[in-house]
Every structure is written in C-alpha cells, then in structure tokens.
C-alpha cells in the first residue's frame, strides 16, 4: 500500500495513528478510525467506516493495525473527489447552463457557505485564478486551477 502515498504522506499517517495507539502495540480501536481518518483531512460518514471494517473483517469493537489503516485510508481517498464535488456545486448554481457563474456570486459563496473564506482569502484566489471581481468565471478552468497539487518546491 505504501505505493499510492509518498514518504512524508506516510510519516504524517504514522504520526496520527501513534497518537491513537493508546497500547502502545501499532493498532488502534476500531472505534477510533472515523476520527484519525478526520484528522488526516478525508471525510468518511459512519457507513463508509463500516463498510472499510467489513472489507478487512474487522468489528467494530476490533482493532486494525497500520498495514489495514493504509489500504483504508487509500480506498477513501480513491472515493473522495473534491474536483467533481466542487464542479457539481458550480454547476448548481450556473442556471443558463453555459458553463460561467458571476465572480459576485462565488465571493458570496465562498464566504457566506460552508468552511467560509475571508474576503482576503477570495481575493488571494481570485487573483491566482485572474478571475476579475466584477466578471465571469468559468467554473470548470477555475475547478481545475483550485484543486491542483501546491507547489513543493
């Protein structure tokens, strides 16, 4: 599994998993995967915590080691997929269906709903994305620009 995550994924993996290993014997509490799975910035419901538990047949009062916790981990990142949920958001919200949405009416978006932006933060973003406050954005362009890796230099 170590494959699909690079070495400084896996260290920051570890280090959650340690902080829940109460024992001390490379395993947490079966109870306890919603939460590091949280912390590690995926966002599995109660039934997809089940289902990964069923796959390694592990209960819900079991425990699972690290090995188990990585297959989990990569298995939900494989279904969570921010570009399509942000798209599908967008297009929500783009009535005439021509693929473009008033820059006013993403500012208010971004910081009215959800885990809201501050003004500062819309513009920051705004200007990466050259989108002009007082324009259109085309959602699809600007999607791909928001959910592309940072740059590690």
């Not at 170590?2 to 070495?7: E, M, Q, R, S």
Request: hydrophobic share 35%.
């Amino acid at each position: 599994m170590a494959k699909f995550f690079t070495p400084v994924q896996i260290n920051e993996f570890k280090e959650c998993f340690s902080l829940y290993d109460k024992k001390q014997k490379g395993k947490i509490d079966a109870k306890e995967l919603i939460t590091v799975m949280r912390c590690l910035g995926t966002s599995p419901t109660f039934s997809e915590i089940e289902r990964h538990l069923q796959v390694h047949k592990i209960a819900k009062s079991g425990e699972l080691d690290f090995s188990s916790f990585l297959t989990m981990m990569h298995r939900q990142m494989q279904q969570e997929d921010p570009k399509s949920e942000i798209l599908e958001a967008l297009r929500m919200t783009d009535k005439q269906k021509k693929g473009y949405i008033q820059a006013s009416e993403l500012r208010a978006k971004l910081t009215i709903l959800g885990e809201k932006l501050t003004d500062k933060e819309v513009d920051d973003l705004f200007k990466e994305a050259n989108v002009k406050s007082n324009g259109t954005v085309n959602y699809e362009e600007f999607t791909k620009m928001v959910t592309l890796p940072p740059v590690d230099y």
